[in-house]
Each structure stands twice: as C-alpha cells, then as structure tokens.
C-alpha cells in the first residue's frame, strides 16, 4: 500500500503504521482449478442435462476461473435418486466403518490443504492466511470431530436410538464455502444419512474438488452428491420430494422463502440466516485488546461473515479513546491481493455484493452518520471495498439495522449495561455478540440477557467443532457443530 506521508505522523504510528512497504509475496502452491466442472451424481461427474455452464469468476482480478455445470431439475432428480438408492447400504454400515471414511476424508483434505486454500481464495477473495490458516483446517477438523461421533451415536443421547434421517438436501453460501460443505456433510453423514448438496453459484470450484477428496477415499457412489447452479437449482433441492431435511445457510428473504416452501410437509428443516450482531465494550475492557477483537470481528473475511460483529457498542466514557485507537489500527490494515500473505482485508466476493455494500455505505453517509476510511489504494482490477467506521450511528439508521456484510462497521454509545442489552437486542436477528469488559459477572449476566445463540467475551470470531452454532428470530433455528448440531441429523427413537 503506497504511503501517504503529507500529513504530521504520530510517533507510535512512524513505528507500527503503513509507512513501511512490504514486497509482495503471494502464496504459490497451484489450485489445480479444471476449465470446467460437471456435477457429481453417483460418484461420477456427469455432464448436465440443461447442457448449461456459468462461469465463476475470481473476484480478485475479474478473471474466469472455470465454467461450472448448471444443474436444472432433471439433474437434482438424478441426484436425489442416486442418494436414495445409496442409502439402505450406507446407514446399515456400522458406525465404526462410516467413521474410518470420515476419517479418510479428513487425512486427505489435510494433504491437499495449500492447494485448497489456493483455490478457494482464488474463486471468492479471502485471504490466503485466513483460507490457510482457518477455514481449511476447521473443514478437516469437523470431519475429524464428526468422524469421531461415527460409531459413538448411542452417547449422543442417552437411553435413545438415533436412526438417520434419509435423504438431505444441503443448500450452502459463498462466505465460507468449503468450511460450509464440511459443516455440512460431517454430521449427516456420521448419521448415516446420503446427500445432495449446492454450493453457492460465485463459489463452487473447491465443492467440486472435494468430489475428488471423496472418490479417493472411496466413498461408496451416490451417497454424496453436488449440483451446482444458483436460485432455481436450490430451489429444486428443497422441493424434490425425496429430501427427509432440508439444512440451508443464506440469507435471511431465501431462508423464509424455503420456510414457506416447506410448510405443511413433513421435511425437516434448519436455516442458519444473517446476523447483525452487537460487539459491547464496557469501559473496563482491555481497551487494546478489545481493539483487535473489534478488527477480527468485523474485517475477518472481509466482514463476509453471519456472525460478524458489525454494530459496535462502546461505552460512552471511552467513545473517543476507542475511535482513535481503531483509526489508527485501521490505517495499518493491509487492503488488496487476497493471494498475498500479507493481505489482512481481500476481495469483495462478487460485483453485485460490493453493489450492495456500496448502496449500504451510501444510506448511512445520506442518514447522516459520519464515515471514516483510510487512505489506501484498491486494485484496479477486482471487487475491492476499503475498510469502513461509520460513528455517531442511530439505531433507526439502515446500516445499524440491515446486514452490510461487507468490511463496514457501525459504531453506537451506551452509558449503563441496562441500555447496552437494550440496544444490542434491538434488531430482528439474533445469531452472534460479543461482550469486553473485566467483570467476569458482567460476562455471566450480559450472556443471559443477549438474545444471540453465540456470546463471546473477550474474545471474537472463535469456532470449534465441538461447539454449537446457531441463531434465535431471523437469524434462523437449529444448530450446527457439538452434539446439538449431530442431533439435527438424526431421528430419536
Ligand atoms: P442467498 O441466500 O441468495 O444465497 C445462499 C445460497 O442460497 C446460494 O447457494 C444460493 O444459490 C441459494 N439460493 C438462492 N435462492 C434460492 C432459492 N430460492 N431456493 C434455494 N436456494 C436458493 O444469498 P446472496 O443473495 O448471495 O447474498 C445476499 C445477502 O445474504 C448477503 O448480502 C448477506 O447479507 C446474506 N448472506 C448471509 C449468509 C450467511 O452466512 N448467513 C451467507 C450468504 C449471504
Ligand atoms: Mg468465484
């Protein structure tokens, strides 16, 4: 990022700001991206029937990455087949046996990690630290966790059976894709369960090298199955009569439409949706701390994230103290080539998402809340959005209510806890919040009061297999992750 050095330079920012330039060093190992994908139907890639491709752009430089099959209703009938003709086999294997391809699936995504990280930071514009350093380590984590649950069922719920479900449709989003399949398809299938799955439309090229993770590992045919395509393919996931649950993370206006799709079947179903969650800072917080978990809240993955903390709620007395130490940390945050590793905030994941952010940031400065960026230069190529403060923020304004999900922070006051869990619950959603402060009764009361299925304190952002996660209103209901999440997939009896 090329320095601006006009202006009078704090001391502590001559040291730790952007005046220092970094080479380049972008991450080498090759994504083995084909020119074009077929679906994965019965363990075979199989051309579609709509004789249709799209194409998935990488958003880092608006270049074509592949040409993905775009699989109309006749294709998801044919993997809806193929999963249920697959299913008497592989829910009578025992535990044990359905647990060693987890297993093996796990292993070998661990030896193919660089070049999954590669690939997925090419077709939607994370950085390469996070698609390296979380989202293809916690994919191969939930294999290993759920691989464990396998032949362990009968301890998921003490004096019960669990019988698997049948057929489940898996509808799954850009922001985490391949993480997503991984939240996904572990549980269902440590259940016993077969699968049909759609990756989103912007992001389906490591789906589908996970098809080749799977024929290694010799998963028997048909019992996961991709179809790729956008609305109207996921739309003929959830309908297709064979589905027995349907499990879709998205957002929130496709969440209800699948809620009403449902309605009056017996399919079952969990709809993990959006968040706008509150990230509270009470004045005795470890204020530099809090700082970084404010960053890693809201510009971890380019805010692309549910669960991202993206109202910031700061006690009055610390406003400004908290303002100026988050200007400065943000001048030194690293905007551009999501294939650098040094890059902190990368590509916007698709043109009409930066459209979205863009139009967002706009009603705020038109509402009348200030707006601060730093100086940075953004690729000229590529979808590419600064990262964005927006002080004196009202609770009625679109950018304290709507998610932006994208690198945009709003930035409201509170004076006492009372009004901090007022504020903070004062939004349609309820997924995610975070609360610094050093009062460890604090922690225990604000967790009780906030209406969020995660509370993170003093901390933000942190995910582990064992650990559910989910929503309460229109963030959604159901989890995943932790037995919780193992018994979505299941039938007690
Ligand atoms: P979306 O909800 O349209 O896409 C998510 C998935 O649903 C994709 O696989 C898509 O192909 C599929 N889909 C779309 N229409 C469908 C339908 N009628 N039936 C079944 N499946 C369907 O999300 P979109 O439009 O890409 O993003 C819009 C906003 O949604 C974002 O700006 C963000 O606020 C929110 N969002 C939230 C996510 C989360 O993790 N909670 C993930 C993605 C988006
Ligand atoms: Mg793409």
């Not at 050095?5 to 972008?26: C, H, M, Q, V, Y």
């Not at 698997?164 to 996904?184: C, E, S």
């Not at 009780?448 to 963030?475: C, I, M, Q």
Request: hydrophobic share 40%; with cysteine; net charge positive.
């Amino acid at each position: 990022m090329p320095a601006k050095t006009s202006k009078r330079i704090p001391a502590r920012e001559l040291l730790f700001g952007n005046l220092w330039e970094f080479d380049p060093a972008p991450e080498t190992a090759a994504p083995h991206i084909d020119s074009r994908y077929q679906l994965f139907i019965n363990g075979k890639f199989t051309a579609p029937k709509s004789k249709k491709y799209f194409d998935s752009i990488s958003p880092r430089n608006e270049e074509k990455l592949a040409e993905i099959a775009l699989a109309s209703d006749a294709d998801v009938h044919a993997a809806y087949s193929a999963a249920a003709a697959a299913f008497p086999s592989w829910s009578k294997l025992s535990g044990a046996e359905r647990g060693k391809y987890l297993y093996r699936i796990a292993r070998l995504l661990q030896d193919r990690a660089r070049e999954f990280a590669v690939a997925e930071t090419l077709d939607g514009g994370k950085p390469i630290k996070e698609s390296r350093d979380f989202d293809v380590p916690m994919a191969a984590a939930h294999f290993f966790y759920h691989a464990g649950w396998a032949d362990k069922l009968s301890y998921a719920a003490p004096g019960r059976t669990l019988a698997p479900l049948g057929v489940v449709g898996q509808i799954i989003p850009w922001n985490f894709p391949l993480l997503m399949l991984a939240w996904k398809l572990a549980p269902a299938l440590a259940c016993g369960n077969t699968v049909v799955l759609k990756p989103a439309e912007s992001t389906s090229i490591t789906c589908m090298k996970f098809a080749s993770i799977l024929i290694d590992a010799g998963l028997p045919p048909g019992v996961v199955n991709f179809v790729t395509g956008a609305g109207e393919t996921g739309a003929a996931v959830v309908n297709h009569p064979l589905a027995k649950k349907i499990a879709f993370t998205g957002s929130t206006g496709v969440g209800k439409s699948i809620q009403r799709a449902l309605a009056g079947t017996d399919k079952r179903l969990t709809l993990e949706l959006g968040g706008k969650a509150a990230n509270i800072v009470f004045d005795d917080a470890p204020l530099d701390q809090a700082v970084e978990g404010i960053v890693n809240g809201i510009f971890f993955n380019q805010g692309h994230v549910c669960c991202a903390g993206s109202r910031l709620l700061v006690q009055e007395s610390i406003a400004s103290a908290v303002m100026s130490k988050l200007k400065m940390r943000l001048r030194s945050l690293r905007v551009g080539d999501p294939l650098d590793k040094n890059t902190d905030i990368g590509a916007i994941n698709s043109k009409r998402q930066l459209e979205k952010i863009r139009e967002l940031v706009q009603s705020g400065v038109d509402e009348g809340a200030q707006c601060y960026q730093p100086d940075c230069t953004l690729p000229a190529k590529g979808f590419y959005f600064p990262p964005t403060l927006f002080s004196g923020v009202s609770l009625s304004q679109r950018i304290a209510r709507e998610e932006i999900f994208g690198p945009v922070l709003s930035i409201l006051t509170f004076r006492t806890p009372e009004e901090a869990v007022e504020k903070a619950n004062n939004t349609p959603y309820g997924l995610s919040a975070g609360v610094w402060t050093d009062k460890g009764s604090r922690i225990l009361q604000m967790s009780t009061e906030l209406k969020a299925g995660v509370v993170w304190a003093n901390t933000y952002n942190k995910f582990d297999p064992t650990s559910p996660f989910g929503g309460f209103k229109e963030s959604g209901f159901g989890r995943e992750g932790g037995k919780q999440g193992l018994l979505e997939y299941a039938e007690l009896i």
